[in-house]
């Protein structure tokens, strides 16, 4: 059965979140090839993953040589990128037409292990052929693909709410500056959209520590989030901004250095960890306990994740620096956006994710077109 899905059709949306659902899916994928593999389940094939010989593939045409040293991490790299791609086709398909997502993502599992690992695969010489294929790899891709579709889907149906409340809360921004008028957030309600939001919140200290914080510094003081009157109520003003400002920014010059001590390390994690329950807090309104524990959990996994993430990225591209800028954007850019959907799901808590941004208008009570 199709799971739910808007009624406003935005392609660009249903890529957006099919593209991060797709990377979500492609590390469950992961992750369930490692557990069969400690239970002696393998595809049984012999030789270098399709994955890695896609990498030597594409570094000949850049003119490179892979080294052999690089290329399990490069092979992990094209995993994730053709995983999320596949995920974006997916997200546009489902934006189209709500019945591809039948079965929760696994009708889309089983069409992916069909025309990637048994079509396109052997066909590109990544692998064998399907008739010399190991006989226990077809029902190892299909079984992998299952739980690929299942965590696609379910990601993809999370990031579309999420990035839909970031459009309409920066929708009610655009109209507050049209009208001249300030922006106001209300109080959220104690829930778990809300402590999901303050998980999100946390998670962009993963990779930059300063990130939450810069961001609901500038969020609370133009109005976006709502910490009047709490312990957090500082955050909304012209000193904590001028503190956290010249933070981020020393920030994204630190990180650069060789010099600078991995993230993992106690200080920095236990840094990350109070930057994260403080701004899981202030998405919550300054006064929310459990916001402040989602927010420290989203910060100590985003690290561990991110850490990964980067030397195995950094390892594969052979520069640090390209991987690090894209850190840079996702952390402040991902900060920004969990403001904007605080506010969008704030302003009307009772409406349905689709709503634009008219209905949230008409509940704060302002005019609008």
């Given at each position: 059965?199709?799971?739910?899905?808007?009624?406003?059709?935005?392609?660009?949306?249903?890529?957006?979140?099919?593209?991060?659902?797709?990377?979500?899916?492609?590390?469950?994928?992961?992750?369930?090839?490692?557990?069969?593999?400690?239970?002696?389940?393998?595809?049984?094939?012999?030789?270098?993953?399709?994955?890695?010989?896609?990498?030597?593939?594409?570094?000949?045409?850049?003119?490179?040589?892979?080294?052999?040293?690089?290329?399990?991490?490069?092979?992990?790299?094209?995993?994730?990128?053709?995983?999320?791609?596949?995920?974006?086709?997916?997200?546009?398909?489902?934006?189209?037409?709500?019945?591809?997502?039948?079965?929760?993502?696994?009708?889309?599992?089983?069409?992916?292990?069909?025309?990637?690992?048994?079509?396109?695969?052997?066909?590109?010489?990544?692998?064998?052929?399907?008739?010399?294929?190991?006989?226990?790899?077809?029902?190892?891709?299909?079984?992998?693909?299952?739980?690929?579709?299942?965590?696609?889907?379910?990601?993809?149906?999370?990031?579309?709410?999420?990035?839909?409340?970031?459009?309409?809360?920066?929708?009610?921004?655009?109209?507050?500056?049209?009208?001249?008028?300030?922006?106001?957030?209300?109080?959220?309600?104690?829930?778990?959209?809300?402590?999901?939001?303050?998980?999100?919140?946390?998670?962009?200290?993963?990779?930059?520590?300063?990130?939450?914080?810069?961001?609901?510094?500038?969020?609370?003081?133009?109005?976006?989030?709502?910490?009047?009157?709490?312990?957090?109520?500082?955050?909304?003003?012209?000193?904590?901004?001028?503190?956290?400002?010249?933070?981020?920014?020393?920030?994204?010059?630190?990180?650069?250095?060789?010099?600078?001590?991995?993230?993992?390390?106690?200080?920095?994690?236990?840094?990350?960890?109070?930057?994260?329950?403080?701004?899981?807090?202030?998405?919550?309104?300054?006064?929310?306990?459990?916001?402040?524990?989602?927010?420290?959990?989203?910060?100590?996994?985003?690290?561990?994740?991110?850490?990964?993430?980067?030397?195995?990225?950094?390892?594969?591209?052979?520069?640090?620096?390209?991987?690090?800028?894209?850190?840079d954007l996702i952390a402040f850019g991902g900060a920004a956006m969990v403001c904007l959907a605080s506010l969008g799901l704030n302003a009307d808590t009772d409406a349905r994710e689709d709503h634009d941004y008219h209905d949230a208008l008409e509940v704060l009570g302002w005019p609008h077109s």
């Open positions: 059965m199709p799971t739910s899905h808007p009624s406003r059709t935005d392609l660009s949306l249903g890529i957006a979140s099919g593209l991060a659902g797709g990377l979500i899916g492609a590390a469950a994928m992961t992750a369930f090839q490692d557990l069969l593999e400690r239970v002696g389940i393998t595809s049984g094939v012999r030789g270098w993953p399709s994955t890695e010989r896609a990498a030597d593939r594409l570094a000949k045409l850049s003119g490179r040589r892979l080294p052999a040293s690089q290329r399990p991490v490069a092979g992990e790299a094209v995993h994730y990128a053709v995983g999320s791609l596949v995920g974006g086709v997916y997200g546009a398909a489902a934006e189209l037409d709500p019945r591809v997502t039948c079965g929760h993502g696994t009708a889309f599992g089983i069409a992916a292990a069909t025309v990637v690992d048994e079509g396109l695969v052997p066909a590109l010489r990544f692998g064998e052929p399907i008739t010399r294929a190991p006989l226990q790899s077809h029902p190892y891709s299909y079984a992998s693909h299952l739980i690929y579709g299942a965590f696609t889907e379910c990601a993809r149906n999370l990031f579309r709410r999420f990035f839909g409340r970031a459009r309409a809360g920066a929708a009610v921004v655009r109209e507050a500056r049209t009208l001249g008028v300030p922006v106001v957030a209300r109080k959220p309600a104690d829930s778990r959209r809300t402590l999901a939001m303050a998980f999100l919140m946390g998670a962009t200290a993963g990779p930059r520590t300063s990130a939450p914080l810069f961001a609901t510094a500038w969020a609370a003081k133009l109005g976006w989030i709502d910490v009047k009157d709490s312990p957090l109520a500082m955050l909304g003003s012209t000193s904590a901004v001028a503190l956290a400002t010249p933070m981020a920014i020393g920030e994204l010059i630190v990180d650069k250095l060789p010099s600078t001590p991995d993230r993992t390390d106690p200080p920095g994690l236990a840094a990350r960890a109070v930057t994260g329950a403080i701004s899981g807090a202030a998405i919550a309104g300054g006064r929310s306990w459990p916001a402040a524990l989602s927010g420290a959990m989203g910060a100590i996994v985003a690290t561990y994740a991110c850490h990964r993430l980067r030397e195995g990225l950094a390892d594969a591209l052979g520069h640090d620096f390209p991987v690090a800028a894209t850190e």
